[in-house]
């Protein structure tokens, strides 16, 4: 049955994803022609296109019987019409669709920090593109000491991002330990968490720099897949059968290179030790 639930699962994903496309790209191409000032007029039809979108992948996981989410909220309700930051620890590609179901209706559509080369998966990647998605290079931690430069690369991107960003509400999602969890890269990284890779504030800072005068709030998510963190085709399957989902609503750290970083260290703290609990309990 679960090879079959799998099938199901990415097939119908495969058709709604061209069904939701095919708007999607017309309206890139409309926008593409309008003037500068007239190219807002565009901005809600795209967002009603997202919210389809992950509306089809969240009633084909229930339909389905894929996985069962079990949700938390702490903090000041979350709004459609509010700004966000939201991070989450990282383990699956199956975290995006984690967080896009369980948020979905409950904050504007989340945008993310995608890497360069996704720009060339199929379909997909042109939508991010349209949609505003930052497309960063990702550079290792050795080569952006070798060179500097290189920093102001991802900053670049993620500036011209915000820019369209401020137009209407949106969420910002960041993973920042920039890559997926993974034993070996813990090791590697002597890590000093005992769940969690070092996170990175770049990404997170410039996204705070660039919404600033929208006074964004943060979003805090912890992510915790019942047994072996699964991976795309084995969620597809139903194999993780239940997952925890902890957010909290936080008010951002100051506009500071040292206020974020000591922010998001303190953050990374108190997650690791409710991953600890969590997985203990």
Same mark, same amino acid.
């Given at each position: 049955?679960?090879?079959?639930?799998g099938? $199901?699962?990415?097939?119908?994903i495969?058709?709604?994803?061209?069904?939701?496309?095919?708007?999607?790209?017309?309206?890139?191409?409309?926008?593409?022609?309008?003037?500068?000032?007239?190219?807002?007029?565009?901005?809600?039809?795209?967002?009603?296109?997202?919210?389809?979108?992950?509306?089809?992948? #969240?009633?084909?996981?229930?339909?389905?019987?894929?996985?069962?989410?079990?949700?938390?909220?702490?903090?000041?309700?979350?709004?459609?019409?509010?700004w966000?930051?939201?991070?989450?620890?990282?383990?699956?590609?199956?975290?995006?669709? *984690? $967080?896009?179901?369980?948020? $979905?209706?409950?904050?504007?559509?989340?945008?993310?920090?995608?890497?360069? +080369?996704?720009?060339?998966?199929?379909?997909?990647?042109?939508?991010?593109?349209? $949609?505003?998605?930052?497309?960063?290079?990702?550079?290792?931690?050795?080569?952006?000491?070798?060179?500097?430069?290189?920093?102001?690369?991802?900053?670049?991107?993620?500036?011209?991002?915000?820019? /369209?960003f401020? +137009?209407?509400p949106?969420?910002?999602?960041?993973?920042?330990e /920039?890559?997926r969890?993974?034993?070996?890269?813990?090791?590697?990284?002597?890590?000093?968490?005992?769940?969690?890779?070092?996170? #990175?504030? /770049?990404?997170?800072?410039y996204?705070?720099?660039?919404?600033?005068?929208?006074a964004p709030?943060? *979003?805090?998510?912890?992510?915790?897949? +019942?047994?072996?963190?699964?991976?795309?085709?084995?969620?597809?399957?139903?194999?993780?059968? #239940?997952?925890?989902?902890?957010?909290?609503?936080?008010?951002?750290?100051?506009?500071?290179?040292?206020?974020?970083?000591?922010?998001?260290?303190?953050?990374?703290?108190?997650?690791?030790? +409710?991953?600890?609990?969590?997985?203990? /309990?």
């Amino acid at each position: 049955m679960g090879h079959v639930r799998g099938v $199901l699962a990415f097939a119908f994903i495969a058709v709604h994803t061209v069904v939701w496309c095919t708007p999607l790209y017309l309206m890139g191409l409309v926008r593409a022609l309008l003037p500068a000032r007239a190219k807002v007029w565009t901005n809600g039809p795209m967002v009603r296109i997202i919210d389809g979108w992950v509306a089809c992948n #969240r009633a084909m996981v229930r339909v389905l019987g894929i996985t069962r989410i079990n949700a938390e909220w702490h903090g000041e309700p979350l709004a459609r019409d509010g700004w966000y930051l939201v991070f989450a620890n990282h383990q699956s590609w199956t975290d995006i669709i *984690v $967080l896009q179901n369980t948020l $979905l209706g409950r904050i504007p559509p989340l945008r993310f920090f995608t890497k360069r +080369e996704l720009i060339w998966a199929p379909l997909v990647g042109v939508a991010m593109w349209l $949609l505003g998605f930052p497309y960063v290079r990702r550079h290792s931690r050795a080569a952006l000491e070798a060179n500097p430069a290189l920093r102001g690369q991802d900053r670049e991107a993620v500036v011209r991002a915000c820019a /369209g960003f401020r +137009e209407r509400p949106t969420s910002v999602l960041a993973f920042l330990e /920039g890559t997926r969890f993974t034993a070996a890269k813990h090791a590697a990284q002597e890590s000093p968490y005992r769940h969690l890779l070092n996170p #990175r504030s /770049g990404g997170f800072g410039y996204a705070l720099d660039g919404l600033a005068d929208k006074a964004p709030q943060a *979003v805090d998510v912890t992510i915790v897949y +019942e047994g072996e963190v699964p991976g795309f085709w084995d969620f597809l399957c139903g194999r993780c059968r #239940r997952v925890r989902f902890v957010a909290r609503t936080l008010p951002p750290p100051q506009n500071d290179r040292d206020a974020i970083g000591a922010w998001i260290e303190e953050r990374w703290m108190a997650k690791d030790a +409710e991953l600890e609990g969590i997985r203990k /309990g």
